[in-house]
C-alpha cells in the first residue's frame, strides 16, 4: 500500500528525533503531526516512495499567529494539572517541540510547569528553513505544498483518489489561514 506522511528546518534534525518511525506506523497508512517535520529525514529514509503534504500559510507571521494560537491552547493544562501523569507527558512534548523550533536545550530543563515563551523572529526563521528543507529532500513528484485552506482539488489529485461524497472541507485550525 502506498505510504503517506504529512509535514507540517535546513539542518538534519535528527538528534531531535527520538522514534523508530517504521516501528512507530506499522499498520499504519498515513501519519501527521509535528513529529515529521522534526523527523522528516528519517522519514523520507525509512520511507521513500511516501508523498508528502507541506501544509504552508500565507506568511510566516500567519504561520506565527496559528502556530502560538496552537501552544498557548495546548499548555494549559500543564500550566493547572501537571501532576497528572498524562499531562507531564504532554508538557514533556511541548518542551521538545520548543527546543527543536528555538533550538534552545535549556527550555526541556525549565521547571515544571513550563510557561511557553517563543521567540517570534526565530520560530518563523524555523518555519521558512523547514519549507526549504522539505523542498530540498522530498522529490519533486513526491511533495505537494498545500497552502491552508486549498480545498479538497490539490489533494485529492496529489492523492489520486476521489473527494469524499459530501464531506466539507475541514477548517479547523485555519485561524485566519
Given amino acids: 500500500s502506498q505510504q503517506i506522511l504529512v509535514s507540517n528546518n535546513d539542518d538534519d534534525d535528527d538528534d531531535y528525533c527520538p522514534l523508530n518511525l517504521t516501528e512507530f506506523l506499522q499498520g499504519y497508512t498515513a501519519a501527521t503531526g509535528m513529529i515529521f517535520a522534526v523527523c522528516l529525514e528519517r522519514a523520507i529514509s525509512e520511507f521513500p516512495t511516501a508523498k508528502f503534504i507541506l501544509t504552508t500559510r500565507q506568511s ?4 506565527f499567529q496559528s502556530w502560538t494560537t496552537l501552544m498557548d491552547s495546548i499548555s494549559l493544562l500543564p500550566r493547572f494539572a ?13 518542551r521538545w517541540l520548543m527546543v527543536w ?3 534552545r536545550d535549556e527550555t526541556f530543563l525549565a521547571d ?9 523572529a526565530l520560530a518563523q526563521e524555523t518555519y521558512r528553513k523547514h519549507i526549504l528543507r522539505a523542498r530540498k529532500i522530498i522529490p519533486p513528484h513526491q511533495l505537494l ?7 479538497w482539488g490539490p489533494l485529492v489529485e496529489f492523492l489520486n483518489t476521489t473527494q469524499p461524497n459530501g464531506e466539507p472541507y475541514p477548517h479547523w485550525g485555519s485561524s485566519q489561514q
Avoid: K, M
Avoid at 501537571?82 to 511541548?94: G, I, M
Avoid at 505544498?145 to 480545498?151: I, N, T
Fill in 82 to 94: 501537571p501532576w497528572l501523569p498524562r499531562v507531564r507527558q504532554l508538557d514533556d512534548y511541548n
Fill in 60 to 63: 510566516s507571521d500567519a504561520w
Fill in 101 to 103: 523550533l528555538h533550538d
Fill in 145 to 151: 505544498e498545500l497552502p491552508v485552506g486549498s480545498g
Fill in 112 to 120: 515544571q510547569p513550563h510557561p511557553i515563551q517563543q521567540n517570534a
